[in-house]
């Protein structure tokens, strides 16, 4: 019982924590970030194992783990109100080559963000080339070049 | 200065390439901002002790008769280590009973104490450490003990038949 308990109480706070911090925080890893991943990891584990390190232990969280992620994409598929309150939504940045500053301060990107993915994704050079510019509820960039 | 077309424009929900919905991304911000200041907080108490080792968690009392202090920590957590200090003034020397109360024995588990005990017994409502005293002199014992369950705990701990301190903690799951 403790280990089930342990888990979800685990798997909500994070879940919480990291949709609190914003998409951009784990999405495009800096070698920092890559750090603090490690590092949060090895404080979640020390966590939900507690000082039982049985296999059954080790399965029980497991199966737990699993049991509330497909728990959660199943009533994702069913509820839609409820993937946008834990993945939340897409989010366009750029229209037509013209950037949405106010949106971008808000999301915490800036243009060199924008173009930093336009030159890696589809080798653009400025704003203007770009149609769409859209921050995915992953956090990435994804951008939509205007017709040459 | 006078809004832009695009400042009018900023909150307006597109449709393509994809669907919007800019109020409740905004509501999704105000919530991330109330978040931020949450995880603050929690860090702050964390500081000041309110997840115990810190200047809200250490306490001390003293039994009525004055002859027992414990200085204990107000706020502990499941399976982590207590430490507990116990200044004893025996009345004369020979031996000194210290006696724990079971709510205290059924919470922590003691790892150890420093010095130790001649013997322990139990005995009617809790345990009872005997410990020889050199004479006038006062007698302090460090006690390490583990957490091993949750909530709040009120417990005894007392000098023989005199009465007993009474601590009262908090644990942490």
Redesign the interface.
Known sequence: MDAVLRTVAVYGFLLVVLRISGRRTLAQMTTFDFVLLLIISEATQQALLGDDFSITNALVIIATLLAIDVGLSLIKGRVPASSKLIDGLPMIVVENGAVLEERLRHARIDESDILESARETQGLESIDQIKFAVLEITGSITVIPKDR | MPPTR??N???RN?TH??E???Q???G??R??RI??V??WLIVLLALLGLFSEGPLSMASVESPAGDLRITYGRFERN?APAELKLAVEPRRAGEVAIRISAPVMEAFTIESVTPKPRTERGIAGGVELLFPVAAGGPLTVHMTMRARSVGVVTGEIGIGENRPARLSQFIY?
């Open positions: 695009q400042d424009d900023t909150w597109r390439p994809i919007e919905d800019m409740f991304q905004r999704t911000w919530a991330e978040g931020w949450v995880l399976g799951p």
